[in-house]
């Protein structure tokens, strides 16, 4: 598509902005726009206004680096929370998930991304060391690692259980095996290895 | 997806904003607005005052209905385009459609939409009285009909027909057949038949 066809500069200038977002095609940029002029005009400002406002006042809470409208965050500040126990987390997205289980009550630390030497990542541009502070200065009684099984996730969770280890408090990982759902069949033969080490004993509570 | 998981009210309505789009789910809205995030300030700005601005500024060619920044549009305005044809088109899509064929020359002609009782639009609803202005008016040669081949397209085609009939002026519809690259074999019956009953004299010059 040339710039050449847009009949208006306010139309094109519109779509490019769209069409940079990851995953958006001009195509699907321009079928956007044009439903946006179909909306009041009312409507289209809260629209554009939400990003301008997000990007201007958005926190990130100083104690587990999550996303925030306040200081600390409402997660944190929670006192129904358990607050002996941190589950570190690669990114806000992965905070969203474990929230969606309704399975953890505890608190969490956005680490911000995980060490990835060939994206030029290192520990120093993660927040680990804040980490390493609020596990010793807090009555914290267990780190959850919940990073991602790749080779990146798991040279930040030995860097991370290193650093933590003279703490002596518990460490623990999240449990890798076959998903819910899934056929053994079409496991991949490491996950099955590591479901079967780790196996567990079966109740009737067994979820 | 809960509402609940959101740690930010701010995140939650820039997601909520984007998930109103057509097309665009929450899983998407949020992947976007993370995006979003972690461009400077002063990006997010542009990219949501796109809109706002299009919304506010924008005007329609009082000759064409095209989207435009100006009250006749840059085609209606060019001496160097043929004012004595008119294609006829559904929306402004189309005519960004045909620009960029770059096979067509004249002007345009932007109804607003076809009619169509089951969605209660009738020709009152399009911009048809002013096409019969234009076409009588002006020195106008030859309208031609470029709408959907659809039972509405086919409907609004011949009550623009009648209308413009006393007119004597030249009315053509663009060719239907089998597309470029298309086999015959899985052509459908009306369009193979039709594309043999307008068959065109094959010449050297054929593209």
Known sequence: MSSQQFSSSLLEHAVNEFAKLPGIGRKTALRLVLHLLKLPEQEVEIFGNAFIQLRKEIVYCR??????????????????????????????????????????????????????????IGPGDLEIESLIQRASTKNVKEIILALSTTMEGDTTNFYIFRKLAPLNIKITTIARGIAIGDELEYADEVTLGRSILNRVEFTNSFK
């Open 63 to 120: 104690v587990c680096h999550n996303i925030s409208d306040t200081d600390v965050c409402h997660i944190c500040s929670n006192p129904g929370r358990d607050h002996e126990t941190i589950c570190v987390v690669e990114n806000i997205k992965d905070v969203m998930s474990i929230e969606n289980t309704q399975q953890f009550r505890g608190l969490y630390h956005v680490l911000g991304g995980i060490i990835s030497p060939m994206d030029g």
